[in-house]
T-cell receptor, first 113, second 112 residues
Framework: AQSVAQPEDQVNVAEGNPLTVKCTYS??????LFWYVQYPNRGLQFLLK??????LVKGSYGFEAEFNKSQTSFHLKKPSALVSDSALYFC???????????FGTGTRLLVSP | DGGITQSPKYLFRKEGQNVTLSCEQN?????MYWYRQDPGQGLRLIYY???????QKGDIAEGYSVSREKKESFPLTVTSAQKNPTAFYLC???????????FGSGTQLSVL
């Protein structure tokens, strides 16, 4: 069965410092992977996706993610965190040609001033 | 203003009652989805539809029903058979397979 894991329930970082939110996946075949962000009482917003190509994917709001096939990881990164980045982040994945995405359990990011 | 509209924002269900959550999109997307969000569990797929008049069960379809009579609309009915309906329900749409999802703002369903 396909699965996506986010090992950290919460990540704390100071404003201006780099941030990393971790994601690992278990997907048969060629994976496609997404990161979404959710603000309180709102739907999810798309940040970035990987299907094929460059292992470093750049997305919205200065976020990027690195696809690592050998470690089956797709960590979300940002060089300098903002307080406004505080939100709930979801990793999601599936294999190409498969309609259903599997979501991780989410990681709450708290950026302190 | 393009996007996905979910209504109502808050909904309360009485014992034995069926309730229907609305989802409308004006993005001309073929695929539409319903997810359930519970704290600490991420999003779980209830039903999805790739084309009008066709839909498939997701991972937790028991106690739910859907219809897709129009491209723009994908309502979800939470039936009395769903014994634990309290959750945040999210509707989404996409152009198709492997494409990013566009989400509505969600409906919080609670049991009276």
């Amino acid at each position: 069965a396909q699965s996506v894991a986010q090992p950290e329930d919460q990540v704390n970082v100071a404003e201006g410092n780099p941030l990393t939110v971790k994601c690992t996946y278990s997907v048969s075949g060629n994976p496609y992977l997404f990161w979404y962000v959710q603000y309180p009482n709102r739907g999810l917003q798309f940040l970035l996706k990987y299907i094929t190509g460059d292992n470093l994917v750049k997305g919205s709001y200065g976020f990027e993610a690195e696809f690592n096939k050998s470690q089956t990881s797709f960590h979300l990164k940002k060089p300098s965190a903002l307080v406004s980045d505080s939100a709930l982040y979801f990793c999601a994945g599936g294999n190409t040609g498969f309609q259903k995405l599997v979501f991780g359990t989410g990681t709450r990011l708290l950026v302190s001033p | 203003d393009g996007g996905i509209t979910q209504s109502p924002k808050y909904l309360f269900r009485k014992e034995g009652q069926n309730v229907t959550l609305s989802c409308e999109q004006n993005l001309n997307h073929d695929a539409m989805y319903w997810y359930r969000q519970d704290p600490g569990q991420g999003l779980r797929l209830i039903y999805y539809s790739q084309i009008v008049n066709d839909f498939q069960k997701g991972d937790i379809a028991e106690g739910y029903s859907v219809s897709r009579e129009k491209k723009e609309s994908f309502p979800l009915t939470v039936t009395s058979a769903q014994k634990n309906p309290t959750a945040f329900y999210l509707c989404a749409s996409s152009w198709g397979t492997n494409e990013k999802l566009f989400f509505g703002s969600g409906t919080q369903l609670s049991v009276l």
